[in-house]
């Protein structure tokens, strides 16, 4: 990666970090959402250029432990605080946890497949080697989880769609030409 790419992302990653901290100041439920998802945003810039462009070999283990869960949980935050923006009187109740199942799910899964190795394994697949034939089910649930992100982006892509298009045509604004 080019030395501009390397400073867009410390930039990236230093604009996230502020932004989660001046959010999670305001204390109110949209904003600790969008908190939240800043957040995951910087642990993610921050673990990969640590990981493989500094090549910070301590934060490999992390790296892959929590890289599933930050995956699944981005779109679940942003949905949800469009959701609380676009919505009157909108409160987070207990089906909240229907959104973030899926993350959930996929680190403690991602977690015990990784601790089922043995320590040479875990090492292997820590330094990137894909042919260790025991992490199989690890590897598998990389992939389903992959699969599962580009489901979440299309499917709360959509949703938000139809929740701003709801508030625009509230507004008298019609965006969907007929």
Not at 37 to 54: A, E, K, P, Q, S
Request: glycine share 2%.
């Amino acid at each position: 990666m080019s030395n501009i790419g390397i400073i867009l992302l410390v930039i990236s990653m230093a604009h996230a970090y502020v932004f989660a901290v001046l959010f999670f100041s305001f204390k109110r439920i949209s904003s600790i959402l969008l908190g939240i998802y800043m957040l995951v945003v910087f642990l993610h810039y921050f673990l990969y250029l640590n990981t493989f462009l500094f090549y910070i070999e301590a934060l490999y283990p992390v790296f892959y432990y929590f890289i599933p869960f930050l995956s699944l949980i981005s779109m679940p935050m942003i949905y949800l605080y469009v959701r609380h923006m676009t919505t009157e009187e909108y409160q987070l109740k207990k089906r909240i946890w229907i959104h973030l199942s899926p993350a959930i799910f996929f680190l403690i899964s991602t977690v015990t497949l990784i601790q089922i190795l043995s320590p040479e394994d875990r090492i292997l697949v820590f330094e990137g080697n894909t042919e260790v034939e025991n992490a199989l089910p690890l590897f598998t649930n990389y992939v389903v989880t992959s699969l599962i992100i580009i489901l979440q982006v299309i499917i709360y892509a959509i949703r938000m769609f139809k929740l701003l298009r709801i508030v625009l045509e509230k507004c008298g604004l019609n965006i969907v030409r007929k």
